[in-house]
Nanobody
Framework: QVQLAESGGGLVQPGDSLRLSCTVSGPTFSDYTMGWWRQVSGKEREFVARISRIQSITWYPESVKGRFTISRDNAKNTLYLQMNNLKSEDTAMYFC????????????????WGQGTQVAVSS
């Protein structure tokens, strides 16, 4: 089972950009479809990006489409989330997660999670 560690969170102003990273250790990173989720305290965890293990096909919900970009570097065992034009509603704890499914779409499809990195967007 893989182990994941997020980094790159912080406090930014509306309109700013931030890039999150997720380093992965364990079995072959390229065997996993990867995802980014976020959670505000007291609310459901929200799925914000996915990149498949085959062909690196990406998916985003409407809430972040056009602003967030997920990517992966299999040579570095690292997953990224580039976040542009950040809004106050993007404030959350961000988690990366790994799945053995080709196109996971619910939380239970992901078997490994990181500890999270906090993103705060405020003026």
């Amino acid at each position: 089972q893989v182990q994941l560690a997020e980094s790159g969170g912080g406090l930014v102003q509306p309109g700013d950009s931030l890039r999150l990273s997720c380093t992965v250790s364990g079995p072959t990173f390229s065997d996993y479809t990867m995802g980014w989720w976020r959670q505000v305290s007291g609310k459901e965890r929200e799925f914000v990006a996915r990149i498949s293990r085959i062909q690196s096909i990406t998916w985003y919900p409407e809430s972040v489409k056009g602003r967030f970009t997920i990517s992966r570097d299999n040579a570095k065992n690292t997953l990224y989330l580039q976040m542009n034009n950040l809004k106050s509603e993007d404030t959350a704890m961000y988690f990366c997660a790994a799945s053995i499914h080709d196109f996971p779409y619910i939380r239970s499809h992901f078997l490994s999670w990181g500890q999270g990195t906090q993103v705060a967007v405020s003026s």
